[in-house]
Nanobody, 114 residues
Framework: QVQLVESGGGLVQAGGSLRLSCAFSGMFFNSNGMGWYRQVPGKQRELVATITSSGGTNYVDSVKGRFTISRDNAKNTVYLQMNSLKPEDTAVYYC????????WGQGTQVTVSS
């Protein structure tokens, strides 16, 4: 049973930075592509960044150049470095595979003040 545990969120001023972490407990982390999603109340969950098992990355246009996804296979962890944060980045952030295969974690709240 895979468990996903997100952490690292918080309150930050516009222009600031945060680094999110997602701990993947279970087997076969190395063979899974991973993604970071975000959700605001009343809207669908949005996939904002993905990383393949070999390290290839992709981003939605709204975060391109500001967010960086990475992974540490030795630690079964995927990261999201978020720079130049904007108020519109405020959301609960989750990780999962790009076509979500696992139960969702609790997420981590990111709040960006203007």
């Amino acid at each position: 049973q895979v468990q996903l545990v997100e952490s690292g969120g918080g309150l930050v001023q516009a222009g600031g930075s945060l680094r999110l972490s997602c701990a993947f407990s279970g087997m076969f982390f190395n063979s899974n592509g991973m993604g970071w999603y975000r959700q605001v109340p009343g809207k669908q969950r949005e996939l904002v960044a993905t990383i393949t098992s070999s390290g290839g990355t992709n981003y939605v246009d709204s975060v391109k150049g500001r967010f960086t996804i990475s992974r540490d296979n030795a630690k079964n962890t995927v990261y999201l470095q978020m720079n130049s944060l904007k108020p519109e980045d405020t959301a609960v952030y989750y990780c999962n595979t790009p076509l979500p295969r696992f139960d969702w974690g609790q997420g981590t709240q990111v709040t960006v003040s203007s």
